[in-house]
């Protein structure tokens, strides 16, 4: 599904990403893990197409296409969804308003006609139940005044919505006490099938008790120092990064 | 042509018309006549010299080739034929007025007993004390020469009553069509008066229906009586080449409430002044607005509020979206009398400039003769949320699409303050067409305005 080969980004001619390569499966679920700094979100940022950030050598490779060359919504429309580790707030635009445009732009897209309003409810009703979102928020602007759980709900409810297959979840667990990191977990577990794949991207092991990963990778410095089985988590949670760290840089 | 040419121009206009000019008005509009003249004579056309006309050269637009209908035109087809509204399924009293004049047209509804709702003209004649205790009674002719001006010209416009204690549901809708073979100049005049309290709601749409050039002076008064509740929204939607001065003076009695919503969403030049004087206690007004301006439309922007009695409230909010080589003004202020203690009043513009060659000037003044106030004011200008812009891409929304609604959303924050329900629905409709490039062209007689 994905294939990221020799990958090097830069940010105002800093160099953050120094060589990436990932190859991603449909039904698989990876977790990328590493201290702060190492490059986590700036790998989510290019998958999902900040423009801000420079490719300046290697490929991406979604379902065939080359990534890079697809503009941020033509990526979302073609089933790309990144979680915000910061989702915005954009006072003003009802979540009615932003889910019911963006469904239809995919919709229209791959050429199919806008979804009817009795459907659009339905659908709605049937995803906030996946992640315990309440009917008030959907009523409200998009994330305007929402909790950081609240907020951190709303994007796996959009994830729901939107049925991608290809999910970068950028540090969603951040912020979020234990009951909401378990329905959002139990969220992302629900939304899993053997035709979509997930990439989990975490600072800590806590969330990956929940989301069971079948990879998992560890990214220091702008490259993935090492690659594993879910066993690697439970290895990091208990001594550290520091190790990794030292072996990496005696490499 | 100088702004001193311009002005005599203007001048020989009425001297050469003024036995016509005055022939279907009362006593009371004809008698202002020679003051105004004088006032006009001494203050000339504002230059850009004039603090209040620091960013709004009128000049550029004021001067051409114009006619001047000292009587109304008579056309072979029913105004409220060729006029289709824009905005659908909005249940109002309608008024139609051609190029200044009332138009007569079959009245859908009857109004509450005791209100009047007519021609300017004809109330002159029909109600002169009535007439007489408000007419120009608020605007400041001594000061503000476009006012002068207009007072000079007036012969017809709007009269609203409303007597005391009465309710109208409905919203009176008013609305201003600019119609001609020749480019033309115009002189618009209303009156409001809702007295002790009523409540009241208007709708002023501003229309052109053909691709001619029209320079419209239009000054409303507004007098709200104790406790008295007046709502008003305008639309000004007219073709890039015609202009308008929309000056509106409002005074308001103890614990009455103003409120306004100006949608300034295309033309030439749209000069809007509000006047305000608060000048009984605990009154409270709201002075809101949003613009549109692209292609070399200017916007301009001047409020006046005047705190002149204890405990009053008044609440300011302008934004603006600049595209194009656009300018925009706002220049707001704020007089707080001495005496005028307890005094709560705020003020923000906001703009985002959707291109580099757009322009903007903020000038918001506050001027406290007493300090036990609460005042504060703020102008921001920025462009579209980045992050915003991001956060709806990357949810498969288009970039255009995307803009546009970040765009609504920045007006909504002043749409919201409409608290007509049906009227809000309706005008938000008009935003949103607005901003997509939609109410460019005329719909109602197919010509498009460039």
Not at chain 1, 173 to 192: E, P
Not at chain 2, 7 to 27: C, D, F, I, P
């Amino acid at each position: 599904m994905l294939i990221i080969k020799n990958l090097h980004v830069s940010i105002n001619g800093k160099e953050i990403l120094k060589g990436i390569d990932l190859k991603v499966n449909a039904g698989e679920i990876h977790a990328i893990m590493g201290p702060n700094g190492s490059g986590k979100s700036t790998l989510a940022s290019i998958l999902a197409g900040r423009e801000e950030f420079e490719v300046t050598e290697g490929s991406v490779e979604y379902m065939g296409e080359d990534l890079l060359e697809l503009s941020p919504e033509d990526r979302a429309r073609k089933g790309i969804f990144l979680g915000f580790q910061y989702p915005v707030e954009i006072p003003g635009v009802s979540m009615v308003n932003f889910m019911k445009t963006a469904l239809n732009e995919k919709r229209k897209y791959h050429g199919l006609e806008p979804i009817s309003a009795s459907d659009f409810l339905k659908l709605m009703r049937e995803k906030k139940e996946i992640v315990d979102f309440a009917s008030s928020l959907t009523n409200r602007s998009v994330n305007e005044g929402f909790s950081g759980g609240e907020k951190k709900k709303n994007e796996i409810f959009q994830m729901a919505m939107l049925e991608p297959q290809l999910s970068i979840l950028d540090e969603t667990d951040s912020g979020l006490d234990i009951d909401a990191l378990r329905i959002v977990a139990h969220g992302v577990n629900q939304l899993r099938s053997k035709e979509n794949a997930t990439i989990v991207i975490t600072h800590y092991q806590r969330l990956l008790q929940y989301i069971v990963p079948d990879f998992v990778h560890v990214l220091y410095k702008g490259k993935i120092v090492r690659s594993s089985g879910k066993e690697l988590a439970l290895e990091l949670e208990e001594k550290g990064y520091d190790w990794l760290k030292e072996e990496a840089e005696s490499n | 042509m100088t702004h001193i040419e311009l002005q005599e121009e203007l001048s020989n206009l009425y001297v050469s018309n003024a036995g016509r000019l005055a022939e279907g008005t009362g006593k009371v509009i004809n008698a202002l006549r020679p003051k105004a003249f004088e006032d006009f004579k001494r203050l000339g056309i504002p230059t850009r010299k004039d603090e209040n006309y620091k960013y709004t050269d009128l000049m550029n637009y004021l001067q051409g080739d114009y006619s001047y209908e000292i009587a109304p035109s008579k056309f072979s087809v029913k105004l409220e034929d060729l006029f289709r509204c824009d905005i659908p399924n909005l249940n109002t009293h309608l008024i139609l007025v051609l190029n200044g004049f009332y138009y007569e047209h079959e009245t859908v509804e009857p109004l509450p007993k005791g209100v009047i709702v007519s021609s300017l003209a004809e109330a002159s004649i029909k109600y002169p004390e009535l007439v007489n205790r408000h007419y120009a009674q608020y605007a400041n002719t001594a000061d503000d020469s476009l006012a002068a001006l207009n007072t000079l010209f007036a012969q017809d416009g709007i009269f609203i009553y409303v007597p005391k204690n009465v309710t109208i549901d409905k919203p009176i809708q008013i609305v201003n069509l600019g119609f001609s073979m020749k480019n033309l100049r115009i002189t618009r005049r209303n009156l409001i008066v809702v007295e002790a309290g009523s409540k009241a709601s208007m709708l002023v749409c501003d229309h052109t229906l053909c691709d001619k050039s029209f320079i419209t002076n239009s000054l409303t008064e507004i007098y709200v009586g104790e406790s008295a509740c007046f709502e008003m929204v305008r639309m000004q939607n007219e073709n890039s080449r015609s202009s308008q001065i929309a000056n509106i003076s409002v005074y308001q009695e103890a614990e009455s409430t103003f409120t306004s919503n100006t949608l300034a969403l295309h033309g030439g030049l749209i000069r809007n002044n509000i006047f305000a004087k608060l000048a009984g206690e605990r009154a409270l007004n709201n002075t809101y607005g949003i613009f549109y301006a692209d292609d070399h439309q200017h916007i301009g922007i001047f409020t006046y509020i005047h705190h002149a009695k204890p405990h009053c409230r008044s609440d300011q909010l302008f934004k603006g979206i600049l595209d194009g080589e656009a300018t925009g003004a706002f220049n707001g202020k704020i007089l707080v009398d001495k005496y005028a203690v307890k005094t709560l009043a705020y003020q923000r513009n906001s703009n985002i400039m959707l291109s580099n060659k757009a322009k903007m000037n903020s000038k918001p003044q506050l001027e406290i003769y007493n300090d036990d106030v609460k005042c504060s004011h703020g102008a921001t200008d920025g462009q579209l949320d980045a992050e915003g812009l991001f956060y709806l891409r990357s949810r498969g929304i288009g970039y255009k699409e995307a803009r546009q609604l970040m765009m609504y959303a920045f007006a909504n924050e002043v749409m919201n303050k409409i608290t007509l329900e049906p009227l809000r629905e309706r005008m938000n409709e008009m935003i949103d067409k607005r901003l997509r490039g939609q109410l460019a062209h005329c719909e109602n007689c197919n010509i498009h305005h460039s």
